[in-house]
């Protein structure tokens, strides 16, 4: 069963930089496609970012062009490099496999505020 344990995230003020970090485990994560998802108080978990095994990318229409998606397969890592941070990116992140499996890890919570 695949675990993830995400980690890197804090308070920082608006305008500010974060980068979280997944680490997973099972023996076909290179061959998975992998998401950042995010859950604020009071609203639905939504998918931020995804990276497919060929390293392709997307983005929530919120975060293009300020968060970066990336994956390091040997170490069966992920991160996400969140620049300019907004107010309202607020929230617990979360890594998973897209589409997402039943197993969720404790997240890591992102603050933005000054």
């Known amino acids: 069963q695949v675990q993830f344990v995400e980690s890197g995230g804090g308070l920082v003020q608006p305008g500010g930089s974060l980068r979280l970090s997944c680490a997973t485990s099972g023996n076909i994560f290179s061959l998975a496609a992998m998401g950042w998802y995010r859950q604020a108080p009071g609203k639905q978990r939504e998918l931020v970012a995804g990276i497919t095994s060929g390293r392709n990318t997307n983005y929530a229409d919120s975060v293009k062009g300020r968060f970066t998606i990336s994956r390091d397969n040997a170490k069966k890592m992920v991160y996400l490099q969140m620049n300019s941070l907004k107010p309202e990116d607020s929230a617990v992140y979360y890594c998973?496999?897209?589409?997402?499996?039943?197993?969720w890890g404790q997240g890591t919570q992102v603050t933005v505020s000054s």
């Open positions: 998973n496999t897209r589409p997402f499996g039943p197993t």
